[in-house]
């Protein structure tokens, strides 16, 4: 678990350089949007994805062993 303050870090800088990318870039170029929608999304998956894992180890390690009655 000690790589998301790491994998979050990178993973926000890129997202805050493709948000920039299109300031800079031609304002009616639809294809280069389309492909930074897609690679934010992509990105935001992977997050989403690693919150879920992380929650269920949370879960698992600190819910006590069941006991059958």
């Known amino acids: 678990m000690n790589r998301a303050p790491g994998t ?9 350089f493709l948000i920039a990318v299109p300031s800079v870039a031609e304002p009616h170029a639809p294809m ?4 930074i929608a897609a690679f934010i999304a992509i990105i935001a998956f ?8 992380a929650a269920a180890e949370h879960h698992q390690r600190n819910t006590p062993p069941r006991r059958d009655p």
Do not use: E, K, S, W
């Open 46 to 53: 992977f997050v989403v994805l690693y919150g879920v894992d």
């Open 32 to 35: 280069l949007q389309i492909l």
């Open 8 to 16: 979050l870090r990178v993973l926000g800088g890129a997202t805050v």
